[in-house]
């Protein structure tokens, strides 16, 4: 399984950024899908996520901010981020689950920098 995580970048507070996470395969062989992000000295974080069958969930922190999203047909997963804040900087993964009685795997993408600054 590989994740293709891309989109990163620059951008000035208040602004939107749109991240992509290609999959390897069909994304409905996961549990769900997520993205997740760490800055500096902090611990890496659920930000998002969306289930096999399009329920989504969000830290109430963020929700209204971030929208988690996927192509089916391309095997991507997107995360629509507004109203970017300088905190909001960090490297952001994408993240693949497998969960199923007694077994949990997850698959990582290589992460993608957001850097939020003026």
């Known amino acids: 399984v590989q994740l293709q995580a891309s989109g990163g970048g620059l951008v000035q507070p208040g602004g939107s950024l749109t991240l992509s996470c290609a999959v390897s395969?069909?994304?409905?062989?996961?549990?769900?899908l997520s993205w997740y992000r760490q800055a500096p000295g902090k611990e890496r974080e659920q930000v998002a996520a969306i289930t096999r069958g399009g329920a989504t969930h969000y830290p109430e922190s963020l929700r209204g901010r971030f929208t988690i999203s996927r192509d089916n047909a391309k095997n991507t997963v997107y995360l629509q981020m507004n109203g970017l804040k300088p905190e909001d900087t960090a490297v952001y993964y994408c993240n693949a689950l497998i969960l199923e009685v007694g077994v949990r795997e997850d698959y990582w993408g290589q992460g993608t920098l957001v850097t939020v600054s003026s």
């Open positions: 395969g069909s994304i409905f062989s996961f549990n769900a």
